[in-house]
């Protein structure tokens, strides 16, 4: 493609010319994932399956550190069981997979058809409050056994009609977090705890920084009391829900009788939470840092941190500049990086130049040439993802070994704050309906450009108006803000009072 | 139940009495795992979870370090992809799931039915080698592609009719390696260095002592060309499977196109191979150690190693035992343990003497009783679960946190070691056909004891003197072991000419 000529970039089309095809470019280039025949569902490559790897590392271990544990349930859920929370099976009898037969057996065309008809349907798990509802109510019975703290790691379906790898796929790969409390104020807590988590998960990991938030009632996990969330604007301004956590109050225990004795012996229902993140998060890290080079992985997830490519053009130069290669891999992996060790690749493809774009594609934080000029002077020469790919230096062996935890923390910090200031750059505070319309309308219908943002702006309160909005512009109320300060305004749709701002957003 | 008077076991019925019962009530007591409402499909319980996550950490190491990288591939299989291998969908079709809709939605009586139906029905993964196929036909076009080296920890369903916890589960958890190849020789390798791991994992480990062997025709993968299998004895006589891995040929590769230009530009079909092990391992660990007193966990791969449990009778007690408690649980912490921390629990529940009883269920290795006289000693009153459950020993603290680390390595041992000599005493050299029917025929046809055991005895090759065998005893051929010598002799069924002896027994 002639890229070390002209000025170009590796992803066509840029973020700026079709962000939403750069997008699947991104995912194809970086090899991190790719459709499958199966419709909407996707296979996970080994590149972006680490990427996955390593986030269920981190929070399997914040969970455990607060003494929840994990466990597995069935992948089927009677039909019966979703139909015991009427909000519940509203938001998700509508887009499941249903398995009616237990087998395939020849038809009379020879071809195989479905047979054994099973007696009640069953529903692959959209999400299992209620598979797992089932079993809290035998594991429950006094107070002596709250909290009851549960997670699982596994795969769910929704048939989503339009998909979208990662971002909107009828099977994902996700954990849910299932609680059962004695206290109202227990449970609460434990919720706005696990939204923490993913917080934490999100800033200090996958370097997205993102606003904590209650969701209104319509964008609210179907049956719980709160929804709170976590919201983060991609490079296109548009919002990215990057973890939930539900507050569910009495109804799920009431639903699936989750009961317990008392200190008092009397006999109460338990009072449930539920939280959950997905592969989603996948997606927003390539919305979030992704440049017109490809990927951008944060090095505190990043599926590898180092390459290092030998560069071999006479056959005598091969045995040297691989035994320097191998050794510097060595001293490298003995690095630990945040509870990590360092991760090498050795590219030793002998495909010519295109190797460096090849990592340039895949996001990886650190690119290290090695020739037989760098190895005579104990150097190597190094790129930096956060920077452009042509500004690589030189640098002493020995002086990139003792730094590179250093210069991996630069990286990681660069893309955070470089996130932060989209956001900051691209959050207004609207008050009139006039501004927040002109906000949120592209300048060119036809071919819309990357437009709009976070706009803070007061609600009165009411569906009705929320509606309005969202049918207009497809704006919605991504959530009321924790941190918000009480301020009396006037609603952006119909004038009304309102105490507060909330966050509206075109969203994913 | 008054077992600290009587001499009583803590599971009734023992092993002698009724194994396959026996087998049910240790899962109970000991917390594993339980039926759910969906018909053969189990709840992993987070005592059991905690041994497949530690069986996966050890396997997905030993993977890593031999280039396998993880990836994820999709739950539902096109219908059509089954058909692909004809020997594949006849194993394969008679017992799957089969989603043939992807809502549900209010029928006449308001009830919810299964609607929107698809256009070709999907099958829930029964395994994975046509659907990674197809990715892998994708991946691979040269010889520079090869090896391609892809693991998937994942969930699969076969619908089996008689389901039991662990051994045969509608649903179940396992990882399935798949890989391709430019040669035969390197793909057999692959095979059978996949099988060493699985034989590291089960003697080394889960210090299950293996005989490794290649399966018969009639016992082999659908769509195979030759499987290999672990054969390890349960304590009722049976054989269990701890791992099997299959050299597929060129079939799968042919079914699904899995082609490459090789170095000499001619187009070849690729050599692929498979392999895996689930949940039905922790089957195998209950029945390989369990005995008449619950669980009994080898040490590498326990969901806990040590206990501690407090004994408070006064509430002035209350502070100086809990004090020492966890001051003993943080130093046991900080050791390492074959590449893990120690890990303890500390049980504070006040509910008397049960506890020590509880423990000994759940296996955990090692029991500690901390009680104010213990303190006053600066000592520790410890029992072992590879010993009587009143064989307890008073330890000085420091010699027991000095030597613990032994302690647990010592029962690991005496757990394999005890597990061979099972295995040696009931296997024997077979010559007659009399001698192998009286061998593998009970007593007491009425109420069946323990009886049988690994017969080594000669096979002429022909499958009709298996299946004989097998109508006849319910006995199969386990495996044609690897290390066996050459030696002629004559079939146990036919009497016909036979260059090699075969493992006979009953099997899960």
């Given amino acids: 493609m002639g890229k070390e000529n002209k000025v170009q970039t590796a992803i066509t089309p840029t973020r700026s010319q079709d962000y939403p095809e750069w997008y699947q470019q991104v995912v194809k ?61 509203e938001g998700f009898a ?34 299992s409050e209620t598979i797992i509802g089932e079993s809290f109510s035998k594991w429950v019975s006094s107070y002596r056994d709250l909290p009851l ?40 807590e434990r919720t706005l705890q696990m939204l923490d988590s993913y917080a934490k998960l999100a800033e200090s990991y996958l370097a997205i920084p993102v606003i904590r938030g209650e969701k209104t009632d319509s964008e609210r996990f179907p049956g719980a009391v709160n929804t709170f969330t ?31 004795q008392s200190a008092q012996e009397k006999e109460e229902y338990a009072w449930t939470t539920s939280w959950g993140v997905s592969t989603r998060l996948i997606g927003a890290i390539i919305m979030t840092h992704g440049d017109d080079n490809g990927l951008v992985l944060p090095p505190m997830i990043a599926s590898s941190h180092v390459v290092l490519m030998p560069i071999i053009k006479k056959p005598e130069d091969r045995s040297p500049v691989m035994e320097f290669t191998h050794a510097l891999a060595k001293a490298l992996r003995e690095q630990h990086y945040h509870g990590r060790k360092i991760e090498v690749e050795i590219d030793d493809r002998e495909i010519g130049g295109g190797k460096g774009w090849d990592w340039i594609k ?28 042509r500004e690589k230096e030189s640098i002493p062996r020995d002086q990139f070994i003792k730094t590179i935890v250093l210069m991996l923390d630069e990286i990681q910090d660069n893309l955070f704050d470089r996130a932060l200031r989209l956001r900051q750059e691209n959050t207004r505070h609207i008050d009139s309906k006039e501004d927040f319309y002109t906000f949120f309308t592209p300048k060119n219908p036809e071919k819309p450009e990357i437009h709009g943002g976070f706009a803070l702006a007061h609600w009165c309160g009411s569906q009705r108006c929320e509606e309005k909005i ?39």
């Fill in 29 to 89: 280039a970086s090899e991190l994932a790719e459709n499958s025949s199966v419709r909407g569902c996707m296979v996970i490559k080994p590149w972006g399956y680490a990427l996955w790897e390593n986030i269920r590392c981190v929070l399997d271990n914040m969970f455990k550190q607060t003494g929840v544990k994990n466990a597995y349930f069935p992948l089927f859920i009677p039909k019966r069981f979703l139909e015991k929370e009427a909000e519940h099976v």
């Fill in 94 to 127: 509508k887009e499941c997979a249903v398995v009616t037969h237990h087998r395939l057996q020849e038809g009379q065309d020879g071809r195989l058809i479905p047979a054994g008809q099973l007696e009640e349907p069953l529903v692959v798990r959209p999400t």
């Fill in 149 to 188: 703290l549960i997670n699982q790691w596994c795969n769910v379906v929704r048939w989503e009609m339009r998909t979208r790898i990662f971002l909107r796929t009828s099977e994902f790969l996700w954990q849910e977090g299932h609680t059962a409390h004695a206290t109202r104020e227990e449970a609460m």
């Fill in 230 to 260: 976590l919201e983060a604007m991609m490079q296109d301004r548009k919002a990215l829900q990057t973890g939930t956590s539900h507050f569910l109050g009495q109804n799920f225990a009431r639903a699936s009788e989750i009961k317990y």
């Fill in 362 to 389: 895949k996001g990886i934080p650190v690119r290290v040439e090695i020739g037989p000029r760098d190895i005579a002077q104990n150097s190597v020469f190094v790129g930096r993802r956060d920077k452009g790919p």
């Fill in 470 to 508: 969202k049918a207009d512009l497809s704006v919605t109320i991504r959530c009321i803000p924790q941190d918000a300060e009480q301020e009396t305004g006037s609603c952006i749709a119909c004038g009304d009072k309102s105490t507060q701002r909330v966050i509206f957003a075109k969203a994913y």
